[in-house]
């Protein structure tokens, strides 16, 4: 079945970096695109980044262009976040989500949580 | 941009209808999907293109885009139907894609 799960979250200092990865199975990983969405405590979701299949296409939103950057790794089906430069406004559940050509986002890990503190 | 404007919160007894409304003017010129959070979890795709109901959510839930308001229908509430509901709209032509506020369905 689909699987989808994030790591390397954790609590980080202001000004420094940390890098997510989203593991994937189940489906043919080369076929699909991804998005990260975040959600602040007791907040909505919003959206941050999106990679195509082929890693030619890449998003982000403008709270986080030019700090953070999408990659992916096809041989071992992982899509990365670097985030980088981080502020307290990024502390936040950051959740992997698989993309439909639709625009939905039709599978969703766990996410993995960011905080940022010093 | 665009911002797509959620009612914070909605209450419904079980056994009867609810509906969420996201709106944004020409809302119905886009395709909009929702997705529901129970508290602790995370989002499931429960309506995506305006009205297509994914594998697995029920025939109780329906969408529908007309003009500059979407909605999701919910009929006969059930207890497990309690959770935050968003609409999400992508604007292809930057790149972007939204999500709504978000509205807090209880269940009286």
């Known amino acids: 079945q689909v699987q989808v799960v994030e790591s390397g979250g954790g609590v980080v200092q202001p000004g420094r970096s940390l890098r997510l990865s989203c593991a994937t199975s189940?489906?043919?990983?080369?076929?699909?695109?991804f998005h990260w969405v975040r959600q602040a405590p007791g907040k909505g979701l919003e959206w941050v980044s999106f990679?195509?299949?082929?890693?030619?296409?890449?998003y982000y939103s403008d709270s986080v262009n030019g700090r953070f950057s999408i990659s992916r790794d096809s041989p071992r089906k992982i899509v990365y976040l670097q985030l980088n430069g981080l502020r307290a406004d990024d502390t936040a559940l950051y959740y992997c989500?698989?993309?439909?050509?639709?625009?939905?986002?039709?599978?969703w890990g766990q996410g993995t949580l960011v905080t940022v503190s010093s | 941009s665009f911002v797509l404007t959620q009612p914070p919160s909605l209450s419904a007894t079980p056994g009867t209808t609810a509906s969420v409304s996201c709106w944004e003017n020409?809302?119905?010129?886009?395709?909009v999907h929702w997705y529901q959070q129970r508290a602790g979890q995370a989002p499931i795709l429960v309506i995506n293109?305006?009205?297509d109901r994914p594998s697995g959510i029920p025939e109780r839930f329906s969408g529908l885009n007309y003009e500059n308001l979407a909605t999701l229908t919910i009929t006969r509430v059930e207890a497990g139907d309690e959770a935050d509901y968003y609409c999400?709209?992508?604007?292809?032509?930057?790149?972007?894609?939204?999500f709504g506020g978000g509205t807090k369905l209880t269940v009286l």
């Open positions: 989500a698989r993309h439909r050509d639709d625009g939905s986002l039709d599978y």
């Open positions: 189940g489906f043919t990983f080369t076929a699909y695109s």
């Open positions: 990679i195509s299949s082929d890693a030619t296409v890449k």
């Open positions: 020409m809302l119905s010129t886009r395709t």
């Open positions: 293109s305006d009205t």
């Open positions: 999400q709209v992508w604007d292809m032509s930057r790149g972007l894609w939204v």
